[in-house]
């Protein structure tokens, strides 16, 4: 008997994979890696492009805060290279202070100045070290060339070669990478496609050597904002994964991001059970679900009570694992119930 016809009976545990670094997103997790409790293979590079104010800072941060959290990632060096220099969070608010503690950032790491001085320093540490290291973002970085441009040449495309050099460095790079379990986060800038009409509308600088040598890329954009009592309090984020070389599937998942508490793990999990019909639920109305019916160890009632319901009887890892099942269920359904051509 198949998975799918007891889908109402199984309920299989999940168990943390010490090959993968958590997201902090449980949704994001299972997007990536198919496990709730794990999401970034170990010795891979991301490139994480978005909007502004979709979140892209916000993901990478996540992720350092959840390997100040396991055993396994005591070894972990952070850095976070700020080139634009426009780090506004309050990290020890939303992150906590392992964190704080651990992260070099700020007073504490000088941003890089040029894409060599960059790269340099991620193989000096390659040497010696693992680490999480973060680029937020790569726009913001010039090559040594582009740098030494005369006041009268500023503004002018004359050096196109940002691409070529990025090539020749991720090819000196990617393979030490994953040799020491790295990960490496490459934080991007979405730019329109200026009166395109087919093909993609957005894109990104450096499109082709990121594509080449990256294992994952998410696409990040702003699908709704929040409002509470008339006020706007956090966003709907839309994470398109277009890239996944480990599990060759690329998924999108909802997130809703609060300025005062972060990504709402324990929500992303509601609303997705709601959106697959698993939990019903009242209408969404300005970002908002209404009231809802669930099944098991949960309680009915709006989004609110139900999260408040969970963190107070600390159901969240069964939230997880009950999630994870769910996940499995609906890729079951897209497998093809075909003749295997080879064996």
Same mark, same amino acid.
């Given at each position: ?51 502004? $104010? ?25 850095? %976070? ?11 020890? $608010? ?10 070099? %950032? ?14 340099? @320093? ?22 040594? @060339?582009?740098?030494? @441009? ?13 691409? @070529? ?37 957005? *894109? ?8 080449? %040598? ?11 904002? +929040? ?29 809703? +991001? ?11 999990? !509601? ?27 949960? !309680?009915?009632?709006?989004? $609110?009570?139900?999260?408040? %319901? +969970? ?28 003749? *295997?051509?080879?064996?």
């Amino acid at each position: 008997m198949s998975r799918k016809s007891l889908s109402h009976l199984w309920q299989p545990t999940f168990e943390r994979d010490s090959r993968c670094i958590p997201s902090g997103s449980t949704m994001l997790n299972l997007a990536l890696s198919e496990n709730p409790f794990g999401g970034w293979f170990r010795g891979k590079i991301v490139n994480i492009i978005g909007d502004t $104010h979709a979140g892209k800072t916000m993901l990478l941060w996540l992720t350092l805060a959840e390997t100040t959290s396991l055993e396994y990632f005591d070894k972990y060096k952070l850095y %976070y290279d700020d080139i634009e220099e426009a780090l506004e969070f309050d990290i020890g $608010h939303l992150f906590g202070s392992k964190v704080v503690k651990r992260a070099f %950032y700020g007073n504490r790491f000088e941003s890089s100045g040029t894409i060599e001085e960059m790269f340099g @320093r991620v193989r000096k540490k390659l040497k010696k070290e693992t680490f999480i290291y973060g680029v937020d973002t790569l726009d913001a970085l010039e090559s040594k @060339r582009e740098v030494k @441009r005369t006041d009268d040449q500023l503004g002018q495309q004359a050096f196109p070669d940002k691409p @070529r050099i990025l090539s020749d460095l991720f090819k000196n790079t990617k393979k030490r990478i994953r040799k020491s379990d790295s990960l490496f986060f490459i934080v991007s800038q979405a730019k329109s496609n200026i009166g395109v009409m087919f093909g993609p509308k957005q *894109r990104r600088a450096c499109e082709t050597p990121l594509n080449f %040598y990256s294992t994952y890329v998410l696409w990040l954009a702003v699908r709704t904002q +929040i409002i509470r009592r008339g006020k706007q309090v956090g966003s709907i984020v839309r994470i398109r994964i277009t890239k996944n070389k480990v599990t060759g599937k690329q998924r999108f998942i909802e997130l809703p +991001i609060y300025y005062e508490l972060g990504i709402d793990d324990i929500g992303s999990m !509601i609303r997705w059970l709601v959106s697959e019909k698993f939990w019903k639920a009242e209408k969404e109305t300005k970002g908002q679900i209404g009231k809802i019916k669930t099944q098991g160890d949960f !309680i009915d009632g709006s989004e $609110h009570k139900l999260i408040r %319901y +969970i963190e107070k009887n600390n159901l969240e890892d069964k939230l997880r694992n009950l999630v994870g099942a769910r996940w499995l269920e609906v890729e079951e359904s897209l497998e093809w119930d075909r003749k *295997r051509r080879y064996k």
